[in-house]
């Protein structure tokens, strides 16, 4: 049974950082061929993708982010990771991990991150 687990949200002034941690296990094929994706759902909103990571490495960014989060994966640790900087409070949103193939897709449970003085 796949498991994705988020951590690392939580509450953080405007211009912070956080660091949020997705762990995946019990995954058929190897957490390398998936496709890890961030994504991100404020209150009254639609789920929005805000990162993606290829299994080759590549990255893409939703517009809004870009320059300020980076994603990363240590495929060793069938982890991914979303660093966030200089945080808005429109970044205020529960975040959620997705690991996808072409067959496939799984969700976490989500990481509630608050941005507020």
């Known amino acids: 049974q796949v498991h994705l687990v988020e951590s690392g949200g939580g509450l953080v002034q405007p211009g912070g950082s956080l660091r949020l941690s997705c762990a995946a296990s019990g995954f058929t094929f190897s957490f390398s061929n998936y496709v890890m994706e961030w994504y991100r759902q404020a209150p009254g909103k639609q789920r929005e993708l805000v990162a993606s990571?290829?299994?080759?490495?590549?990255?893409n960014y939703a517009d809004s982010v870009k320059g300020r989060f980076a994603i990363s994966r240590d495929n060793g640790k069938n982890t991914v990771y979303l660093g966030m900087n200089s945080l808005k409070p429109e970044d205020t949103a529960v975040y959620y991990c997705r690991a996808r193939t072409s067959f496939n897709s799984y969700w976490g449970q989500g990481t509630q991150v608050t941005v507020s003085s």
């Open positions: 990571i290829a299994s080759g490495g590549i990255t």
